[in-house]
């Protein structure tokens, strides 16, 4: 055998092998979008879906628990016996013998079946954590589309900006050159031109990180290229009455569903506890050639566990009581969880949708014909350029709170979407 520790190439050649293994396990890194000329949010859920490792995970663990079932159901093993007399080699005055047993447990009528639901439930519940995983990786693929969307769409009104404090700053040199103005109007736009300038350094950051998110999400390496954004996502439609949501959260949320089947896991295991009282059997057919006579060489027999330590059994039950109060104190403290984290993002939806719509009706509008107003005013000498200034500040603040607010309400109605358990019911949806 070769020692590696004397053969310094032969390390080097098993982390190359390890490598080479694990590149080949690696999912592909070509990027899912390389055609699409735009980011689409269900595109992308969709993709996080197929490609995020800890839905696979979870599956993996509900098939696990799925597979416990046909084992806590099934009888044990029979078990084979075999008995000779040592002493009996070599002896010419003693005739040889043997003894053949066979012997089967059999629980008390009940247990087999207590397992299986138990198990079933187990089961049922680690398939609803999937549902629950995939519920949280929805949301935060849409979270992450919105970040993305909004430091695209800051690049895009810092890029604007850039280019309007360049023209006025054009136009206050013309007129610094006539002896118009003075020179710190040159000065004031440089310095708005620089913090500019720095506004686009955070937001070139906040995009790489992100791309990052998005392609972790994605199991990509987090440089992975992506499309652009949409220039517009959409934020608003009609939500359906607070109280139907909240009734549907109740039917349809998994994580609810999976702590009813605890409960129900837990209902079984106090059965069971139960059963424990109640003795085990062992049916025994044998064949004892030790026997003389033949007719006494056949034998059926029964064994059976005596149940009379008791404070071990009552200490079970006691312990299975236990744990099924906790579920069900968990199941009502979840329940209002569910309740309140429907009227929040309810509220913060409902509040995200008239802000948009506010700045889109009024407060942008305003703006925008304000700037128009103060570069017509500081042309004609009529207001200073500090005015002119503060216009296309204002505009531009504005306009990032803009994005900022439709981003927070594509943010929210996801949210909402998770408290509720899924997509929100149209107008004509029944109702649960």
Known sequence: MIDPRKRPGVSFLLVVAALACIAADAPPASSPFADAHELSADVLIEQVLARNPTLTQMVAAAEAAAARYPQVVSLEDPMFAATISPRLFGSHDLDGGYRLELAQKYPWPGKLRLRGQNAAAEARAAGHDVEDTRLQLIESARNAFADYY?????????????????????????????????????????????????????????????????????????????????????????????????????????????????????????????????PDFEAVAAYDDFWSERQLRPQVGVRMNVPIRLAKRDAAVREAE???????????????????????????????????????????????????????????????????????????GLRDRYY??????????????????GPLPTADAPKP
């Open 322 to 396: 236990a744990r099924l109060g906790q579920r069900i104190a968990e199941l009502n403290r979840l329940t209002d969880d569910v309740n309140y984290a429907v009227d929040q993002a309810y509220q913060e939806t409902g509040e995200s949708d008239k802000t948009v719509r506010l700045y889109e009706q009024t407060i942008l509008p305003a703006a925008e014909q304000n700037v128009k107003s103060a570069q017509t005013s500081y042309t004609t000498a009529k207001i200073p350029f500090i005015s002119l200034i503060e216009a296309e500040r204002s505009v531009v």
């Open 150 to 278: 909004l430091a695209e769409r800051g690049l895009e009104v810092n890029r604007e900006s850039l280019r309007l404090l360049k023209d006025f700053r054009g136009n206050a040199e013309t007129r610094y050159k006539t002896g118009t103005v003075q020179q710190q109007d040159l000065l004031q736009a440089d310095v708005e031109i620089g913090q500019q300038r720095q506004r686009q350094l955070t937001l070139e950051r906040m995009r790489l990180v992100a791309l990052a998110r998005i392609n972790t999400l994605l199991h990509l390496p987090p440089d992975s290229p992506l499309p652009p954004p949409p220039g517009q996502v959409p934020t608003r439609g009609t939500l359906p009455d607070e109280t139907v949501l909240r009734a549907l959260a109740l039917a349809r949320r998994p994580d609810l569903q999976a702590m009813a089947d605890h409960i129900a896991a837990d209902r079984a295991s106090l059965g069971l506890a139960h059963k424990e009282y109640y």
């Open 404 to 421: 900022e607010a439709t981003a927070d309400a594509f943010r929210r109605r996801a949210a909402l979407e998770r408290a509720v358990g």
